[in-house]
């Protein structure tokens, strides 16, 4: 058949691009082929006709292992044709000989995300282009699916409270179960909205950042100025230095608001992620105050 948008042909010099990178964004499956194989000719139109048929919910590349001989031996291929699914660069599922097109398509549904996994891969897509209103309304369906209705809830409590809905943010994470999967990511985020709320109080007695350095300055051990200014910093997105002034607090008062100093930390480094620059240096300066 005509080869679609959706299969190529990949050899060493472009694998990781193709093949590694992209399946970070769409499952890819390779196609480990040999020009003098029977069956490898018999499989690469069924399965050509089940990739395209799915509309781009997978890719396809197609291997000549005599000219990658290299790429062949790296992920063991012995056996042609071999095909191996790969997603987020890692191999996820693989077979290996001729399967007939029934056999392709149960191959194809185990590895292509549920269309719940779709909606939520999109709402935080949206959340992450600032579209809070799509990431809301996208995941409010799946409140009340069982294997995935907690982390529906996380996305939207996140885009509530990206949208200044702090109130509506609380009450969509307090359905959600301390004990299950998002419980951890449902904590860090509730202390995160501890520190929006504190900022949102300070701002409203009138003391902005500037007052609170201010009231610092005439008292060191103010530390209820001191945990207000890490709030309104971390709500302008200042991250760097709300993290600045909890460390500050943590070395003062480490029990301040029941360890609130490291665990607004935690919070932050959650949001950020293991990878941020900010992250490492602030954990080590933090495990050295405790």
């Not at 191959?107 to 949206?126: G, V």
């Not at 307090?174 to 501890?194: M, N, P, V």
């Not at 941020?276 to 933090?286: I, P, T």
């Amino acid at each position: 058949m005509a080869k679609s948008q959706w299969i190529e042909e990949t050899t060493s010099a472009d694998f990781v691009e193709k093949v590694l990178e992209r399946s970070a964004e769409v499952p890819v499956l390779v196609d480990f082929w040999a020009p003098w194989c029977g069956p490898c000719r018999s499989l690469a139109p069924l399965l050509e006709a089940a990739v395209d048929a799915r509309g781009g919910a997978v890719r396809l590349c197609k291997l000549n292992t005599d000219e990658n001989q290299e790429l062949a031996q790296r992920f063991g291929i012995r056996g042609v044709p071999a095909v191996k699914a790969f997603v987020d660069g890692e191999v996820r599922d693989e077979f290996v000989g001729l399967l007939d097109r029934l056999r392709i398509e149960a191959f194809l549904d185990r590895l292509i995300p549920s269309p719940a996994k779709q909606t939520l891969r999109a709402a935080e897509e949206a959340l992450a282009s600032g579209d809070h209103a799509t990431a809301l309304t996208s995941v409010g369906p799946l409140f009340g699916d069982r294997e995935h209705g907690d982390r529906a809830r996380l996305l939207a409590a996140r885009a509530k409270a990206a949208a200044k809905d702090l109130v509506g943010a609380r009450e969509v994470l307090a359905e959600i179960a301390e004990d299950g999967d998002q419980g951890d990511a449902a904590s860090a985020l509730s202390q995160r909205l501890e520190l929006l709320e504190a900022a949102a109080r300070e701002r409203a007695q009138g003391r902005d950042e500037a007052a609170l350095h201010a009231a610092i300055e005439d008292d060191p051990k103010d530390h209820e100025a001191r945990w207000g200014l890490a709030a309104q910093q971390y709500a302008r997105g200042a991250f760097s230095e709300a993290l600045e002034s909890l460390l500050e607090l943590l070395a003062r008062a480490r029990g301040f608001r029941d360890d609130g100093p490291r665990r607004a930390m935690l919070a932050i480094f959650d949001e950020l992620g293991p990878n941020h620059d900010l992250v490492g240096e602030a954990r080590r300066r933090m495990q050295i105050y405790l």
